[in-house]
């Protein structure tokens, strides 16, 4: 059981490319996450999914967006990646949104626009 | 607006107990929840509160009172290993839920 996996660990992009951040998860969750956390800051919602095919924004979700194909898959794509959007970025899931349904998360993609 | 407050940082010793305390303020309230992050690594999960008290779980204690819009984290019996950020967080209901985080207390255990 390998939990949340992100990849890449690190990236470095120029100003003006794109990726694909990748999360998966094995725990049959529905609710996925994407955050980032800047530094001495706390984490700020980028996108949310409360099951396939279902997304929406949070508090932060200029110039990124998301798809959920499956269950296990939520990847986070940077279009026209700006310095601004240097930060580490952790995917989280649950089980489900209400009670003591705690957030479970990646190891974080640290990712430098320059 | 939607807020939460926490101490930046904290210093204590090996065997001392130490309260790292969060305020907020959020439109809707569904929750509180404390995680642990070491330098470099993903959060945990610690413990959650949905009503007034205090929960315990072993060297960890949460106390919350909602209508101060107030809790706390307890640690108990510093190990060097506590040395890390400790993170609020509010589930609000705001037509979904929506996790709203601290910025976050950085722990120092000294020896």
């Known amino acids: 059981n390998a939990g949340v996996t992100q990849t890449p660990k690190f990236r470095i992009l120029k100003i003006g490319q794109s990726m694909t951040l990748q999360c998966t998860q094995d725990m049959n969750h529905n609710y996925m996450y994407w955050y980032r956390q800047d530094p001495g800051m706390g984490l700020k919602l980028i996108y949310y999914?409360?099951?396939?095919?279902?997304?929406d924004k949070g508090e932060v979700p200029n110039g990124y967006n998301v798809s959920r194909s499956t269950t296990e898959d939520f990847p986070l794509r940077l279009e026209l990646a700006a310095p601004s959007q240097t930060s580490v970025y952790f995917c989280a899931s649950s089980y489900g949104a209400g009670g003591q349904t705690e957030q479970y998360f990646g190891p974080g993609t640290r990712l430098t626009v320059t | 607006g939607q807020n939460i407050d926490q101490p930046t940082e904290m210093t204590a010793t090996e065997g001392a107990i130490v309260q790292i305390n969060c305020t907020y303020q959020?439109?809707?309230?569904?929750?509180l929840f404390w995680y642990q992050q070491h330098a470099g690594e993903a959060p945990t999960f610690l413990s959650y509160?949905?009503?007034?008290g205090l929960e315990e779980k072993g060297r960890f204690s949460s106390f919350l009172s909602r209508s101060k819009g107030y809790s706390y984290l307890l640690l108990k019996e510093l190990q060097m290993k506590d040395s890390a950020s400790y993170l609020c967080?509010?589930?609000?209901?705001?037509?979904?839920?929506?996790?709203?985080f601290g910025t976050g207390t950085r722990l120092k255990v000294l020896a």
């Open positions: 959020t439109s809707g309230f569904n929750g």
């Open positions: 509160n949905v009503l007034d």
């Open positions: 967080a509010v589930r609000d209901i705001a037509g979904t839920y929506k996790y709203i």
């Open positions: 999914s409360v099951g396939a095919g279902i997304t």
